[in-house]
């Protein structure tokens, strides 16, 4: 019988495989590639047998992928199963992902290395993805976070040994039926052969699940990749995403879509930015709301509990709740404040990286400009939800979360259990874009299901998602160089001041000190923060460079946001080159080519953007700019390059086209790869024009999506995204095009215009 006819037969549709699903009779292996002390975290169902581990074959040929990091469109869960597939040679139409809740198992020890910092009295002796440090502050703690893109650092490997493992052990079962060797057999298309025998991974599951696997792993000699196409061409992808269908057709669930028996819909409000407490509200306004449940009340916030949200909603309203105490947050006195600072030739500064002598070179700087980057919100089209329930002393929550055991001890500490009776189900999001690397909606979910002795689902309004998650920190910057003498504009010398928060460590101290936001920003206060200042380096041949740091307390609460500090040091440095090349007299492109002599990749990656692009000199009225971004490592990482085509009309900005040509390494899913590129390329673009907020009285204004100034259908511009080929490791291309836009776009206005933009958003000051 044909695989396909098979396929056919499933006792579970594709929904169920989507889901996580598992399936009757299982074989899961990769438990030998960690502790035995982890145990599993897989819950068998009735008809299932579980090994604990990384994947599951069933006997119907279905392979379940477990996987432990937060889909939130990134199109990650794909790419994991992918790797798999690619490694036990499965067919794409028999792979199933289900995903994992945490565990030491599943530690993501990279990530857990690089926010060393946030976590470690000891960072530079965990800041190593090898240090023992990092792997057991990792493993104890059960940290596998979803963020910096490092999802195939941390997973990867451990999940192709996995497969080559499950691979092995299929060939050896099939061996020892037709009496062969089984090195000589071949897997591939989720079958097993040898000369004229053949079986399907069902049929040898049971036997495979009795051996011993092979110690090392037999791994493929070429982990999952893929070649190429040029930047035009239309091609049908090899692995499409396993959670297209479903989303489609509207059956995917996400964290708002959570139904249980008896489920009751909480709605809120909290105290403004800045401070104050809940002094009172009509609760006498409310009597008479049919399916109110009940109204829960905290020092920081009041929600009601009703048998539909929009009951919720509208009793709250009725309620007019009232908060006072300290004096609301004014954000433009905040970033005023940044402005000022950074003016402030005295103010106390935090070198954060140093090579050469910037500092002797600028004694007198040749050139030097200041830029500012307003707040900005996240913007996901799903507000942040989470739906808990507790019964016998035991609680369940079901919530789309970056850091989901962070999360799940939040919540354990808020409620007053033990840790041990929490359960998280991870859900996947409706977009995150970082903002679910918090969990206030988590634990007020939590209280609230407590309090009213239901199940309960809270789901944030959207100007509650504004105001209270964490904004994409302000910041103001001067960058300054000094050119080598009679060389026509060649950087001697480079040093660029930050005046902000300590955005990342206040960030860290709320993630895992489990601190409030106010207390996070009280702790931060005065840090140095290097990773807040990540990407402030150039990436060009300057032979003296220096980072400084002013660490600012603003009295707003600011965290991570896609594209993080690469978003805003990426404007400064590229629209500062821009500058320079102007004075310089010189063509933008060949005057940053002059500098990547050491470079060879990146020098590759601009050239060929150039070209992509039709560049004619970024002469003055053509409406062309560039720029280009380097992330990772020097020797690793990823680049990009863009060319915009923009212009400034009565409606505001218009970007007509995008041209990037972008270097990850090795290119696992294509497909993906340039869905991440072209998404955060429009990304960019919506920080370029829009995304970002005022408080005023500590309430955000705008307060709704269509206040932001986000780019509509009809804005966003024809795209074109080349990669190149090449055998580097492998990059995640999620975040290049958000720090590449904006400042490609300001170059192109200024090409358009004339006119200089320092401003993030664009037109929120003309220079």
């Known amino acids: 019988m044909d695989f396909r006819e098979k396929l056919s037969d499933l006792p579970v549709t594709r929904r169920q495989i989507i889901a996580g699903a598992a399936v009757g009779g299982g074989l899961a292996v990769a438990w030998w590639l960690w502790p035995r002390h982890y145990s599993s975290p897989l819950t068998p169902g009735p008809t299932e047998r579980d090994f604990g581990g990384w994947l599951t074959i069933g006997r119907d040929g279905v392979v379940t992928v477990a996987v432990p990091q937060l889909e939130m469109g990134q199109g ?86 996995a497969a080559a493992s499950a691979r092995a052990l299929l060939a050896m079962a099939a061996a020892d039926r037709w009496d062969v060797d089984w090195e000589q057999c071949e897997i591939a298309s989720g079958f097993v052969r040898h000369g004229e025998n053949s079986a399907t991974f069902g049929e040898l599951v049971d036997d495979a699940a009795r051996l011993d696997p092979p110690d090392p792993a037999p791994l493929r000699v070429v982990a999952a990749f893929e070649e190429p196409v040029p930047g035009e061409e239309e091609v049908d992808p090899l692995y499409p995403r396993l959670d297209l269908p479903s989303k489609v057709d509207g059956s995917f669930l996400f964290a708002a879509d959570i139904r249980l028996p008896g489920l009751v819909f909480a709605s809120i409000r909290h105290a403004p930015v800045g401070g104050g407490y809940l002094s009172r509200f009509n609760e006498k306004a409310v009597a ?277 500090s690469a978003a805003y040091t990426s404007f400064f440095t590229e629209c500062f080159i821009d500058e320079l090349a102007e004075k310089a007299g010189r063509d933008p492109f060949l005057y940053r080519m002059e500098m990547l002599g050491h470079s060879a990749r990146m020098a590759e990656v601009l050239r060929r953007a150039t070209r992509l692009g039709g560049w004619d000199g970024g002469r003055r009225g053509t409406g062309q700019g560039l720029a280009m971004v380097r992330m990772g490592g020097i020797d690793t990482g990823g680049r990009i390059a863009c060319v915009a085509n923009a212009s400034l009309a009565q409606g505001g900005v218009t970007v007509t086209s995008l041209h990037a040509v972008v270097d990850i390494g090795r290119i696992v899913n294509l497909d993906i790869a340039r869905q991440q590129i072209e998404g955060g390329l429009i990304y960019g673009l919506s920080l370029a024009t829009g995304s970002s907020v005022v408080f005023e009285q500590g309430k955000p204004l705008p307060n709704r999506l269509s206040g932001l100034g986000l780019p509509k259908l009809s804005d966003c511009p024809a795209i074109t995204v080349e990669f190149i080929a090449s055998e580097a490791p492998a990059f995640d291309p999620g975040e290049l095009g958000v720090a590449v836009a904006p400042p490609a776009i300001a170059n192109a206005l200024y090409s358009a215009t004339g006119t200089r933009f320092r401003r993030l958003p664009l037109l929120s000051e003309a220079q």
């Open 76 to 161: 990650i869960t794909s790419v994991l199963a992918q790797v798999v597939a690619v490694e036990l040679g499965a067919d794409w139409r028999q792979v199933a992902i289900e995903p994992a809740p945490p565990s030491g198992l599943y530690a993501n020890v990279p990530l857990a290395a690089k926010w060393a910092p946030l976590w470690s009295r000891f960072p530079d002796l965990a800041g190593d993805p090898d240090s023992r440090l990092a792997r057991n502050f990792a493993r104890s703690s059960a940290f596998a976070a979803t963020a910096e893109g490092l999802s195939l650092d941390a997973y990867e490997p451990p999940m192709r040994e």
């Open 288 to 564: 008479g709301i049919k399916g109110l449940v009940g109204v829960v009340r905290s020092k920081r916030y009041l929600a009601a509990v009703a048998e539909s949200w929009w009951t919720a909603e509208q009793a709250l309203k009725a309620m007019k709740p009232v908060f006072t105490g300290p004096r609301p947050l004014e954000s433009a006195a905040s970033v005023a404040r940044l402005e000022q600072a950074i003016q402030d030739d005295d103010a106390d500064v935090e070198r954060i990286y140093e090579l050469g002598d910037a500092d002797g070179l600028l004694a007198r700087a040749d050139l030097s400009q200041k830029y500012v980057v307003a707040p900005a919100v996240h913007a996901a089209i799903e507000t942040a939800s989470a739906t808990a329930r507790i019964e016998d002393g035991k609680l369940e929550i079901w919530v789309a979360s970056q850091a989901p055991e962070q999360t799940r001890l939040a919540v354990a500490e808020a409620v007053g259990i033990s840790e041990s009776e929490v359960v998280l189900y991870p859900t996947a999001a409706g977009g995150s874009f970082d903002a679910r690397l918090e969990n206030r909606h988590a634990i007020e979910a939590a209280v609230i299901a407590q309090a009213i002795g239901r199940p309960v689902q809270l789901t944030w309004p959207r100007v509650q998602e504004f105001q209270s998650v964490p904004v994409r920190t302000p910041v103001a910057a001067e960058l300054s160089v000094a050119f080598h003498p009679a060389t026509g504009g060649r950087i001697a010398a480079w040093r660029a001041r930050l005046a902000m928060p300590a955005t990342v460590c206040e960030f860290g101290h709320r993630l895992f000190d489990n601190y409030t936001p106010e207390a996070a920003m009280a702790h931060a206060s005065g840090e140095a923060d290097t990773l807040a200042c990540e990407g402030a380096v150039p990436p060009y041949g300057i032979d003296n460079v220096a980072v400084d740091h002013l660490p600012l307390d603003i009295g707003l609460p600011t965290g991570r946001m896609r594209g993080n």
